[in-house]
């Protein structure tokens, strides 16, 4: 089970933490996705991590900007999002392989 929270109403340029609590599988185990699914738009990754936390990767649109991370000691995955962008508005869910958050709404204002 996978609960993500942190999410709000921000303007252009402002930072937010998002963070996903996970239960009932061996978190330290898996393999960690960020989601995000914009309004008329498909859902898409926005940044993975590995199980350890040693290797992650970004969308384009992301990279330099947001930053993903883990603590296996808490079951918790976390998406840093600084330098927001009225485009980063979208539903944000964090992932594994069997599992999905509810999400977290991020909207960005200009």
């Known amino acids: 089970q996978l609960e993500d929270s942190g999410g709000g109403l921000v303007q252009a340029g402002a930072s937010l933490r998002l963070s996903c609590a996970a239960s009932?599988?061996?978190?330290?185990?898996?393999?960690m996705y960020w989601y995000r699914q914009a309004p008329g738009t498909e859902r898409g990754l926005v940044a993975w991590?590995?199980?350890?936390?040693?290797?992650?990767n970004y969308a384009g649109s992301v990279k330099g900007r947001f930053t993903i991370s883990r603590d296996n000691a808490k079951n918790m995955l976390y998406l840093q999002m600084n330098s927001l962008k009225p485009e980063d508005t979208a539903v944000y869910y964090c992932?594994?392989?069997?599992?999905w958050g509810q999400g977290t709404q991020v909207t960005v204002s200009s």
């Open positions: 991590i590995s199980n350890g936390g040693a290797v992650t």
């Open positions: 992932k594994t392989a069997n599992y």
């Open positions: 009932g599988f061996t978190f330290s185990s898996a393999l």
